[in-house]
């Protein structure tokens, strides 16, 4: 990874949330003495021990900026990367990405079987509505039942089930840039900006006073998806834990099929500028966000 | 169809919220001008038009009971059937049960592609508690998180996609009946409860309020799980609209293979009277309820 201002301040933090993720979901998924074991084992084998963490950091520090109890942006933050790891156990199934690696191990159904990848998959996403309507995470019922709303449209049709399947058509069709912005917006622009909203949802920050998070968030979900295609068009197959250069294999259009690589990584470097200028008002409390920020163009994995 | 008390009851208020259900899906799920189109199409494949619609009719006759808005007990009841049809759409994939029809026609995959059909069912999933957490359904947010918080639990590890897991190990493991009992609490009877307790919690009923209708549910829970397997021990495929007789095949243990076919149906008879004595309490307005009871014993598909 390339060197940015704030790096040492981003990877304490990384390591810190990547901690406090692994010990929520080793807490609230204890191996139950039944049948049901393998389905748990399948669901902890996909959430514990693995991934950035990007999504619980973005809420967590969005959270912390509002003066939010940490245990309680802690807990919102595994419904929230328990979408995103059932995303990636279905996607990685045969009859959608069909992939043998994640997170450099292999793929939940390779480590299991097909039908246990499935259900994991389902079973982790209703633990993270489990997680959100639990009174246990906030006494206050609108604040719950505000992050259901806000996780389950990010999630669903409107959000990255429904950027999904724009992803899937564009294997066949040619998408012009408005329409891969906004395929990208909604496959993981959607639940990135989900977690930066959750993060204000706790922290009851009334919607009108949102809009520069939710620009915040806009536009490193967008500089995030560019240089996931440049990683994928450059990158490094070790590092990245997974397999690359599908898209083109593919035939799918990309930010950089469509703009060229150099031109794509202009356009991440402005977003990312773009998105600190958001953070304007806020001092040095702000330092995890812009410094994600930058991570997001610096990163080679 | 045997004749049963109550028969025309039921088969109205069926026919009610079949029309009322199938309208709710179509309202709720237009099919968008882009490339998330062939997703809702699937979506709305699965939800509209087939099924017998028991959980809706669950939730809102028991709602009605308790004076709730017709309106509001349907939309509501939009939430438990599709999580219901997701369920049916994953459970059908090739690598789960591997099914070709479902309410006599090709199942979700097999219509669309498996692809589309995991989406779709993910999609689903999504859009349920979207319904119930959205201010649309309740201006109540304690409302609203509690029916969250129900549906989830009943839907995932604790319970639908626990009860499947145990479903799959059942075709490796001999489970004796308690075991058995256990599994379709979780597989099926989770569920219908939840359908129960939904017309509670917008009835808002107090928890302590509920033992009867809770009762009630876990009677007619496992009478259901008893019949359906005798039906598929003798049932007609074309009435059915789908494959039977997979569980013998498979060499799983039934309510029939542990208990015979007679003392089986003894058993579900016995339930059913069960389950009505719980509604004691309540005058003609329950009719659909204890109806609705009996037509699961008597019914042929």
Known sequence: MTDFPGKDVLGAALT???????????????????????LVE?????????????????????AELLGVDRAVAVRASLAIEAIHAYSL??????????????????????????????????????FAFEVLADPALSGDPFTRSELVLCLGTASG???????QMMDIA?????????????????????????AVEMGAILGKLPAEGRTHLRGYARDIGLAFQIADDLLDHEGDETAA????RKDAAAGKQTFVSLLGADRARAQAAMLVDQAIAHLAQYGPEADILRALARFIVARNH
């Open 42 to 62: 399948a669901m902890r084998y996909a959430v514990i021990g693995g991934g950035k963490r990007v999504r619980p950091l973005l809420l967590t520090a969005t």
């Open 241 to 244: 834990g997974k397999a690359l």
């Open 89 to 126: 156990i279905h996607d990685d199934l045969p009859c959608m990405d069909n992939d043998a690696m994640r997170h450099g191990k292999p793929t939940a159904h390779l480590a299991f079987d097909e039908a246990t990848a499935v259900l994991a998959g389902d079973a982790l996403h209703a």
């Open 157 to 163: 049709l409107n959000g990255m089930a429904g950027g």
């Open 170 to 194: 564009a294997e066949t069709e040619s998408f012009d840039l408005p329409t891969v912005t906004r395929l990208q917006q909604l496959k993981t622009g959607a639940l990135l900006g989900a």
């Open 16 to 38: 810190r949330i990547q901690a406090e993720v692994d010990a929520g979901f080793d807490a609230l998924l204890p191996v139950p003495g039944d049948a049901r074991a393998r």
